[in-house]
């Protein structure tokens, strides 16, 4: 069998935060940016296919050798327990995105009893996703929604937070949570909503 790695520590109880302790009308949010991952795994999807083709030929990820790292050994994000503290705030709820945005965001609604809308306009695309979206024909808000292993955090803050991360560094608020029986929906560049399925959303298909 394989072996596996264990992580076992301790922490004042005051400040465990799990999936279940989202609310109604707070707000949805995510570190960092998304979509790196996923286009890093893209990356080398193509070279292995290049490689086979002709083995002499040595992989070249040039500008984008930092979205391959994202995909190689992603960096868990324990400096946002500093960013809390400064803010004066805990997340209500709280966990990592490793199976795409849309697929968390189920889970912690889920978790919580509540349902969510958030707004394709504020989810944080990683800069040079954009640029390499072209060359493989992938929207990048699917990159976020449906690629993973960026292991960001996404996690849910009262209402009342919402003036302290306007123009934050390094939080994006994404939208808000909502009674569980209104669904997880996403509302579209244009304005259109969609119901927020795993991998079934495409951008611009209208």
């Known amino acids: 069998f394989p072996s596996h790695d264990t992580a076992i520590g301790s922490a004042p109880a005051d400040r465990l935060i799990g999936r279940s302790g989202a609310r109604k009308g707070e707000l949805i949010c995510v570190s960092g940016d998304l979509g790196a991952a996923f286009m890093g795994l893209n990356l080398l999807e193509r070279e292995k296919r290049v490689y086979r083709e002709d083995p002499g030929i040595q992989p070249d990820f040039g500008a984008y050798e930092c979205l391959l790292q994202r995909q190689i050994r992603p960096a868990a994000r324990i400096d946002l327990s500093a960013a809390f503290d400064a803010l004066g705030c805990l997340p209500t709820a709280l966990m990592d995105i490793s199976a795409g945005l849309g697929r968390d965001i189920a889970a912690l609604c889920r978790a919580s009893g ?4 958030i707004y394709e306009d504020r989810i944080p695309i990683d800069p040079l996703v954009h640029e390499l979206v072209a060359q493989f024909q992938i929207d990048p808000t699917l990159c976020a929604l449906s690629g993973g292993e960026d ?4 996690f849910t803050l009262p209402a009342s937070m ?3 991360l306007e123009g934050h560094p390094d939080i994006s608020m994404l939208g808000y949570m909502t009674d569980a029986g209104d669904g997880h929906i996403l509302v579209s560049h244009s304005g259109q909503e969609h119901e927020l399925h795993r991998r079934m959303y495409t951008p611009g298909a209208h």
């Not at 509540?114 to 809308?117: I, L, S, T």
């Not at 292991?151 to 996404?154: A, G, M």
């Open 114 to 117: 509540v349902g969510c809308r």
């Open 162 to 164: 919402r003036e302290k």
């Open 151 to 154: 292991y960001e955090l996404l």
